[in-house]
């Protein structure tokens, strides 16, 4: 019972949770379903696309295109070095100016005047329907009709021409132009290509000129100023009596740097006598070990190793000193001949001591010759300096002269030089480019019937499903469960067919399609198949308790007695959102199908202003429900019970429409009239007016445990439902679920797709 009870809650019917349980469509699906939904409205807009195309192949001339082909020399273009790379990349920038160069007007002009072009109707002709669209100028803009002539003939080429590089690092450019003509197409892209490299010719040619034209004047102009620098700076010379030597020197200058020169030598040789007689006093001023006189030291100065006396007495000396030490060990030191060679050896010594002092003043009178000598070029050196001073501001005046000369005289030499190179260039011109490939008869390009028909393909499809999913968009119908779920909120509980009507007799296949090309809006092709019925039926049919209807019938009953579970719900209401989609129908066969189950059922007409069921039952003439309420007569004196469908029927006003129908409906009679009903009755199916049309819902909604929204499948807009719950509140909040009715099987299964269709496999047969 627990369990019943949240079934109940969770979803209100079997059929609900069914609903819930269904995995969402993928978007994909989704916009394949509406394609084929809308399949009329994709296929008119790809035939009338097709259409256009075979127009446009049938209305535009046939244009052919020829194409000659330019190789630029890359000698001639300037090059940029990569960083990475050791080789020499061409410079993009020349390449594309190249480019815009055969594009140019001047090119243009010549081909123009080189063909005649002017006079070809092609180029000079009346104005295209679409230059008329764009617009031209004025009349009284134009200053010569001739210029206005040659200036659209130059629009019209520049339009056809075509300029493109083979690829993109490629010195090869193509011309290609597109003519009515094939010959005049091959014509006209050779002339493009001699133009080009004709008008560079010209352009170097008229560079060249000018060129050498400018510098033949200025060269005429500089040699006397060249004359006349030179000049200036001889007679500058003059004046004061500068003299300069060959390297560029004057003279005060270059023998100021020999005294210089002089005086430092004279210096260095002076210090350096200074060194050596200070060494000599020093030795000298030294004593020996016994008296006086320079022993082993006197080697030490240069003069005395390389005098022959001195080294003569040192060997001398050496002996004796040696003889002296032997003779001693031998015979004593006290001998007489040891004696004898010590008083040799001290005669040796002063003998010594004596030739140094004279290399000591030979030192002393050097050194006096070289002092006297660096004074006398020191004083030369100043007076040079002096005498040089004079000359200073001289000298500097005299490099200005030189450099501005100098500086005019190598101009001059550059432009001699520049100008020879400029008259041998305009005597032998160059371009950047030569044909590689000259144009043959043109091929035909344009119209092109396949890319075209291809172009129209793709666009009839496109602006199709445009046009499809706008009307989709535009398209508020219902049509399938899960648009209620996503706009609404609410779930579907049960989908009835639309009822089976008299067969129509077969169409041909002609007829069908013409019908299925004026079907573009797909509510209009299915309204239009089923056949429409004003008075209500009673949909079930006992004798076939396993078709499509009484699945769906069945499905509202079940979903009615899982929400009496959690909460009462013997008072159903059947409400629609306006009138005409089959409440009076679906409350009748709702009925049926809760007697056929062995409930007792009453069934009340409470259509106060369109008692439809009761004028179907043929019970107008009958008392009912109007009168209870007015209270002359008994619930028993106007029940009506139906043999054939087993329910209590209680019919409608049919005799007297009454005014305040909103009143009679909300009033304490009626509530007592549902009590006493429930009292005696499992359930109560009650028929109430449109919400829409009339107040009648909203006034007695409050008296129903349960309401049942009746919809017309593709018809009924979901901003009619949505209008139906705002104006009737109570309605949504005890809304058992939508009844989709009169559904169109085939068309649904379309719409929902896989969905649908395995449930309508299962059922729908």
């Known amino acids: 019972m627990e369990f019943s009870k949240n079934i109940a809650k969770s979803g209100g019917g079997a059929v609900r949770i069914a609903e819930q349980g269904r995995r969402p ?20 807009a790809i035939i009338a696309m097709l259409l256009l195309a075979f127009v446009y192949l049938d209305l535009t001339p ?115 132009y597109t003519s ?11 002339a493009t290509a001699e133009a080009y490299i004709e008008d560079q010719l010209k352009a170097k040619y008229d560079v060249a000129n000018r060129a050498s034209t400018w510098m033949r004047q200025r060269i005429t102009e500089m040699r006397p100023q060249v004359a006349e620098a030179f000049q200036a700076v001889q007679d500058f010379k003059s004046r004061n009596n500068l003299i300069v ?22 210096r260095a040789e002076t210090a350096l006598a200074q060194s050596r007689f200070m060494e000599i006093e020093a030795i000298l001023a030294t004593q020996s070990s016994d008296d006086g006189l320079p022993d082993a030291t006197v080697g030490t100065v240069t003069d005395a190793l390389n005098s022959v006396v001195i080294t003569k007495l040192q060997q001398q000396y050496l002996e004796d000193k040696k003889r002296a030490a032997d003779w001693a060990s031998r015979y004593g030191q006290n001998h007489q001949a040891v004696e004898t060679l010590r008083a040799d050896m001290t005669s040796l010594k002063r003998e010594i001591r004596e030739e140094m002092q004279r290399i000591a003043e030979t030192y002393k009178s050097d050194l006096t010759v070289l002092r006297a000598r660096e004074v006398s070029i020191e004083k030369k050196l100043t007076e040079v300096f002096q005498s040089n001073r004079e000359n200073r501001h001289a000298q500097v005046k005299l490099q200005e002269l030189e450099s501005a000369a100098n500086s005019l005289r190598s101009t001059y030499e550059n432009f001699q030089t520049r100008y020879t190179q400029v008259v041998q260039q305009e005597s032998f011109p160059s371009t950047e480019a030569r044909v590689i490939t000259f144009a043959l008869p043109g091929k035909k390009t344009s119209p092109s019937p396949v890319f075209t028909f291809a172009l129209a393909l793709a666009g009839g499809i496109a602006s199709g499903a445009a046009m499809a999913f706008l009307r989709e968009q535009m398209d508020r119908a219902t049509y399938a469960r899960d648009q209620l779920i996503r706009e609404l909120g609410v779930n579907c509980i049960a989908i009835l067919p639309a009822p089976n009507g008299p067969k129509e007799p077969p169409l041909t296949l002609s007829s069908r399609i013409k019908n299925k090309l004026r079907a573009i809006v797909l509510p209009e092709r299915i309204l239009a198949k089923r056949k429409k019925t004003d008075s209500p039926r009673v949909l079930y049919n006992k004798e076939e308790p396993f078709s499509a209807m009484s699945e769906a019938l069945r499905n509202i009953k079940v979903a009615v007695d899982l929400r009496n579970i959690s909460r009462e719900t013997r008072t159903l209401a059947i409400v629609s959102a306006l009138a005409g989609e089959g409440k009076s129908s679906v409350a009748a066969s709702l009925a049926a199908t809760i007697a056929e189950a062995g409930r007792n ?98 006034a007695c909604s409050h008296l129903f445990d349960a309401f049942a929204l009746v919809v017309e499948w593709g018809k009924t807009s979901i901003d009619d439902l949505d209008e139906a719950f705002r104006a009737a509140p109570v309605v949504r909040e005890r809304l058992l679920g939508v009844v989709l009715n009169k559904v169109d099987a085939e068309s649904m299964r379309r719409i929902e797709g896989y969905g649908y269709a395995g449930y309508g496999n299962y059922v729908l047969h």
């Open 601 to 698: 059922v009453l069934m009340i007409d409470c259509d106060f202003r369109n008692p439809s069921l009761t004028n179907f039952f043929g019970l107008h003439q009958h008392l009912g429900v109007l009168e209870l309420l007015y209270g002359t007569v008994n619930v028993t004196d106007v029940v009506n019970h139906n043999d054939q469908y087993g329910f209590d029927f209680l019919c409608g006003p049919t005799k007297v429409r009454p005014v305040h129908t909103a009143d009679l409906l909300s009033s304490e009679a009626m509530r007592k009239l549902l009590e006493g009903a429930k009292e005696n009755y499992d359930y109560v199916v009650v028929e109430l007016p449109p919400i829409l049309p009339v107040i009648d819902v909203q």
């Open 25 to 44: 469509e993928p978007s994909s699906f989704r916009f394949i379903w509406v394609l084929w939904r809308r399949r009329y409205t994709l296929i008119t």
């Open 245 to 266: 030597s060959r390297d560029g020197k004057l003279e005060t200058d270059a023998e100021l740097e020999q005294m210089t020169e002089a005086i430092g030598k004279a």
């Open 180 to 190: 009515l003509d094939h010959k005049r197409a091959a014509g006209i892209a050779n």
């Open 62 to 176: 046939t244009r052919y295109t020829a194409t000659t082909i330019i190789a630029l020399d890359t000698q001639h273009l300037p090059f940029s070095h990569s960083e990475i790379l050791d080789e020499p990349q061409v410079d993009e920038g020349a390449v594309e100016s190249q480019v815009e160069s055969i594009r140019s007007a001047n090119v243009a002009r010549i081909v123009i005047e080189k063909l005649k072009l002017i006079e070809d109707a092609e180029f000079a002709g009346p104005p295209t329907f679409l230059e008329k669209l764009l617009g031209t100028r004025p009349a009284d803009e134009i200053a010569d009709q001739a210029d206005e002539t040659l200036r659209t003939a130059i629009e019209r080429f520049e339009k056809g021409l075509r300029v493109t590089r083979t690829a993109l690092r490629s010195y090869v450019v193509e011309i290609a």
